[in-house]
């Protein structure tokens, strides 16, 4: 573990100027000749069970484009970090409840110092658990692990073949837990294993004590590379040209979050959710 703040800087700084000929050299997937859902995630988004309000997001979340990009099958085993309310987990966990598996990494509560923090968690934990156990039918394989964030465990290594994250990298930076939780990642994937990550896309580099929830591609790549990944792919199937990103309450001024004045809902609106980066990682084959 490098302990020196100093010398922790400029592995960072060396990570970042290697992942820019390789984010330059790997060329974007334009979203016409995206892979397209097989015919088991198209049933998984049709799914009736789906929230409606869930499924109004898919005009800016294209989950079956996304999901079919970060090369999902139906038996594989998939871990999902955070995943909140459980908007993704309405797809995976039905889409793999036949032949694969589906994994809610969820924060452990008890690992959080008491406060607002630790209910926070724990509410977050008890309502996916609940929306689980409501809906057997599409949920009773889904399995919940709980990881600690400040030393991240998914599952045994060398047993996911795909980890997918998505809008939680700066949550992860401004904490400081960002590079354990990618190596929490590396760890729990197969050789050849792939990671998804979706993100708020800046403009650029950004402090990571920023909070405008926006990050710079760049930076997400470093971190993945200085966990031992291979940038493998990028896409622009959650680019939206017409974020601003210079939003005063940042990307939760956008949907769905809607942190505006109600009198400046239409400008909103019209812009619609964030830019987001689409990037598809992979451990490669001979590494353990």
């Not at 950004?206 to 966990?227: H, S």
Request: hydrophobic share 40%; charged share 25%.
């Amino acid at each position: 573990m490098i302990r020196n703040p100093i010398s922790r800087a400029c592995v960072l700084a060396l990570a970042l100027a290697a992942a820019a000929p390789i984010a330059q050299a790997v060329k974007p997937a334009d979203s016409a000749t995206l892979p397209a859902p097989d015919a088991a995630l198209q049933a998984a988004l049709d799914g009736a069970w789906r929230d409606p309000a869930n499924t109004a997001r898919d005009t800016y979340r294209h989950p079956g484009q996304t999901l079919a990009f970060f090369g999902i099958k139906p038996d594989m085993t998939v871990v999902e970090i955070t995943p909140g309310g459980g908007w993704y987990a309405e797809i995976l966990a039905p889409y793999l409840r036949g032949d694969g598996k589906y994994v809610a990494a969820v924060v452990d509560p008890m690992a959080v110092a008491e406060g607002r923090g630790r209910d926070y968690q724990q509410r977050s934990k008890d309502g996916l658990e609940k929306k689980f156990a409501d809906a057997p039918t599409q949920f009773d394989k889904a399995e919940v692990v709980a990881y600690d964030p400040k030393a991240p465990s998914f599952g045994a290594p060398d047993s996911a073949d795909l980890v997918v994250t998505f809008r939680n990298v700066h949550n992860w930076r401004g904490a400081g837990q960002a590079e354990g939780m990618f190596k929490g990642f590396y760890e729990v994937l197969k050789p050849g294993g792939v990671l998804g990550v979706v993100e708020h896309r800046a403009d650029g580099d950004v402090p990571a004590d920023d909070k405008t929830g926006y990050v710079g591609q760049a930076q997400v790549i470093a971190l993945a590379e200085a966990a031992g990944f291979q940038l493998a792919g990028s896409s622009e199937v959650n680019a939206n040209p017409r974020d601003t990103k210079d939003h005063p309450n940042g990307v939760w001024t956008l949907p769905p979050s809607n942190n505006h004045p109600e009198a400046e809902r239409a400008k909103y609106q019209a812009i619609g959710e964030s830019d987001r980066m689409t990037l598809r990682f992979v451990k490669a084959a001979g590494d353990r």
